[in-house]
């Protein structure tokens, strides 16, 4: 049973804000192409940018369709939160948009272009059949390649799980369990190989290290809620949106006001710290550095943090 409900997860990609907009734009592009090549063969679709006024009707309706749909993608992110969706529930809402845009076409063209010897309901039935496979091609595409996009990093992830399991030496506490919003362990990472996370709405953005490479996972949680059970870990938040690898910073630099956590990888854009943070992270610091000076282990940044928490003091 659990395997059936699997196959009908959606990708989870699909509800990240950057592939809800770009997919609109994606569909409003398509769409251009589909109906330069079909108006010729419809007795039904008037779309032309031949002279003004139909450039002017054909403008008018792409931008109320263009709102429908931006209108339409907003309500889905803002509702991830109360609804679970499944791959049915992502379908039935496409459908939703391509009944309310063929509601309109059917009501612009009723209104506004002159009358045709095809019936309401004719009208209403070709618009529906049309405007659902302009929107169907682009999202299978863009599902199709949300899917690939997951199982790459489902088996990025497993060859790394099947890496720790191969370290004969690894004991309980240096590995961080992660559990999606339904309390399911998703992964476990070793605490040497995670470097931060990057909190993206309704996911958290996992950024580790496998065999030298810096990949990333996508978890589907509440922020507050992997902060929580991370706590007695060397994870900590130092912005809203960001939490650090203790283990893994290089230093604190200063710009302006501002701090920046740099880690240790090149690849990594430095990280801001909120004031709010501040405090709390530089606890964390320290009782990292404590327990490392005690074990005869390397500090993390411990001059840096120092001459950070000095500034500060005497701002």
């Known amino acids: ?39 010729p063969f419809s007795s039904t679709a008037w779309f032309s940018l031949t002279n003004l006024q139909d450039f002017g009707m054909t403008a008018a309706f792409y931008l109320v369709a263009l709102a429908i749909m931006l209108i339409s993608k907003l309500i889905m992110y803002n509702s991830q939160a109360q609804v679970n969706f499944n791959l049915w529930k992502y379908i039935l809402w496409i459908v939703a948009e391509v009944i309310i845009i063929s509601i309109f076409y059917t009501h612009f063209t009723y209104v506004f272009v002159t009358p045709s010897e095809e019936s309401l309901i004719n009208i ?6 049309c405007i659902l496979l302009i929107i169907a091609i682009p999202y299978t595409i863009l599902t199709l390649y949300a899917a690939y996009k997951a199982k790459a990093e489902e088996l990025q992830m497993l060859q790394y799980e099947m890496s720790l ?16 919003y339904n309390g399911t362990l998703k992964l476990t990472i070793n605490s040497d ?6 909190s993206q709405d309704n996911y958290i953005k996992i950024h580790y290290e496998n065999s ?8 589907r949680s509440r922020t507050k809620t992997i902060e929580e059970s991370l706590a007695d870990t060397s994870i900590v938040r130092c912005q809203r949106s960001y939490m650090v690898n203790v283990m893994k910073i290089n230093h604190i630099k200063k710009g302006g006001k501002a701090r920046y956590i740099v880690l240790s990888h090149d690849d990594i854009r430095p990280i801001p710290v909120s004031k709010s943070y501040f405090k709390n992270l530089i606890s964390k610091i320290d009782k990292y550095n404590s327990a490392a000076l005690k074990n005869g282990q390397h500090p993390a940044a411990l001059a840096d943090v120092s001459e950070t928490i000095a500034d500060d003091t005497n701002e």
């Open 165 to 180: 399991s191969n370290e004969s030496s690894m004991v309980y506490p240096s590995l961080i369990n992660f559990y999606d």
């Open 124 to 129: 209403m039935a070709k618009s529906f059949g």
């Open 1 to 39: 049973m659990a395997n059936i409900y699997k196959d009908k997860e959606l990708p989870k990609f699909l509800l990240d804000k950057r592939y809800l907009l770009g997919s609109v734009f994606f569909i409003l592009t398509f769409s251009v192409l589909f109906m330069a090549i079909y108006s």
């Open 212 to 219: 030298g490479k810096l990949c990333s996972y996508m978890l």
């Open 193 to 198: 190989s995670l470097y931060y996370m990057e």
